[in-house]
């Protein structure tokens, strides 16, 4: 299903993307993100792009509070998907203060990417202050590795890491 406020052109791409990764075609930082639907209980996946700054792994929603947003805050556990390797991971949501200097380095980083550059208002080198209100539209989830046991116990609980501040 295509989220709203994605044109048909973004989501064909998307569909494209998410089809070569899950064969296994290395896309330099991008992943396949496998989450829990919210409602179906089902295994969805979306291509998504890594972000690394200050020591962490970063996923930023260029576009918004788009359906995977709402799956990973009903179930931070998944698994990102590289070389058809999956790797069990918690997302963690973090807020305006911690976002800002990722959503920063996020722009600078895909600052060429076509289809990014018209989703934020700023551009990679704006004030902090610009970057703490582009994270009220812009959701951004630390990336922790999960226990898989944990995963398999079905306790998401104990497989989630707070070893850092939010």
């Known amino acids: 299903m295509r989220n709203p406020g994605t044109s048909p052109a973004m989501f064909r791409a998307t569909r494209v993307v998410a089809a070569l990764l899950r064969f296994g075609l290395p896309m330099g930082p991008l992943r396949l993100l496998e989450t829990?639907?919210?409602?179906?209980?089902?295994?969805?996946?979306?291509?998504v792009a890594l972000t690394r700054h200050g020591g962490d792994r970063w996923i930023v929603s260029p576009f918004g509070d788009v359906h995977w947003v709402?799956?990973?805050r009903a179930d931070p556990v998944g698994h990102l998907v590289r070389l058809?390797?999956?790797?069990?991971?918690?997302?963690?949501?973090?807020?305006?203060?911690?976002?800002?200097?990722?959503?920063?380095?996020f722009r600078r980083s895909y600052r060429a990417v076509p289809f990014i550059r018209p989703a934020f208002?700023?551009?990679?080198?704006?004030?902090?202050?610009?970057?703490r209100r582009e994270a009220t539209r812009h959701p951004v989830f630390r990336v922790t590795a999960t226990n898989d046991h944990a995963l398999r116990s079905g306790d998401p609980g104990r497989a989630q890491r707070h070893d850092a501040p939010t």
């Open 36 to 47: 829990t639907g919210r409602r179906s209980g089902e295994r969805r996946s979306t291509p």
């Open 70 to 72: 709402h799956n990973v």
């Open 84 to 105: 058809r390797r999956p790797e069990p991971v918690t997302l963690v949501e973090v807020g305006a203060d911690t976002a800002a200097p990722v959503i920063a380095a």
């Open 121 to 131: 208002d700023t551009d990679g080198h704006a004030d902090v202050a610009a970057f």
